[in-house]
């Protein structure tokens, strides 16, 4: 069983488009992420949910909202897909941070 | 604030080399600290942590130990392979434990 699943793994689509990327956890944990990692392998961390509420969210454009319908589950929505969202996106989650963040493997968004 | 700094890459060994990856870190109080590890293609994985001062982390024939007096967190092995090539990051977790600070990643390539 994977620990921490995100699908899809791959996905291209067309700027203006509206994509999802689903996250799924079977460690029980509280804390779930999103990290962006650029072409550059720069991770930056866009929201953190613990226990379904919104704990962290740092600056990106409104396009991005997450969305968790319980602990287990954190989704990313983006609306108008443009150019620059082009990137790697990882699901992480965690119980208390100082143990480490289990990451999925990532979902490659290329929008052409 | 809380941020780590860790040397550019890439860097290029043969096999059986030595390594060492520069990690600085500044913080806030007492962070735990992190080495993960990026193959390609793939998320990343927990490599080593080392929670208190003076606590050296191993893993995989990894090392690295919690330099408070330095604030440093350098990763070494004594003899690399092939399969180690791989991006490495450094990263803190401050004791709120709501986040992680990541590094830039370091690129290692091992070459026969």
């Known amino acids: 069983d994977t620990a921490v699943s995100q699908t899809p793994k791959y996905l291209v689509t067309q700027m203006g488009n509206d994509k999802s990327i689903k996250c799924e956890q079977n460690?029980?944990?509280?804390?779930m992420y999103w990290y962006k990692q650029d072409s550059k392998k720069f991770l930056k961390i866009m929201f953190s949910?613990?226990?379904?509420?919104?704990?962290i969210n740092e600056t990106v454009p409104n396009r991005f909202s997450p969305k968790s319908p319980d602990k287990a589950h954190l989704n990313l929505h983006i609306n108008s897909l443009e150019l620059g969202d082009s990137a790697v996106y990882f699901c992480?989650?965690?119980?208390?941070?100082?143990?480490?963040?289990?990451f999925g493997s990532g979902t490659r968004l290329t929008v052409v | 604030g809380n941020s780590v700094t860790q040397m550019e890459g890439p860097v290029t060994l043969s096999e059986e080399a030595f390594l060492t990856i520069n990690c600085t870190y500044t913080?806030?109080?007492?962070?735990?600290l992190f080495w993960y590890v990026q193959y390609p293609g793939e998320g990343l994985q927990l490599l080593l942590k080392?929670?208190?001062?003076?606590d050296k982390g191993s893993n995989k024939g990894f090392e690295a130990t919690y330099r408070k007096e330095t604030t440093s967190f350098h990763l070494e092995k004594g003899s690399v392979q092939v399969s180690d090539s791989a991006v490495y990051f450094c990263?803190?977790?401050?004791?709120?434990?709501?986040?992680?600070?990541f590094g830039t990643g370091t690129s290692l390539t091992v070459i026969p």
């Open positions: 992480a989650s965690s119980q208390v941070s100082q143990v480490g963040y289990t």
């Open positions: 460690l029980g944990h509280d804390t």
């Open positions: 949910y613990n226990n379904k509420e919104l704990i």
């Open positions: 913080a806030t109080g007492y962070p735990s």
């Open positions: 080392a929670t208190k001062a003076d």
């Open positions: 990263a803190l977790s401050d004791r709120t434990g709501n986040q992680f600070y």
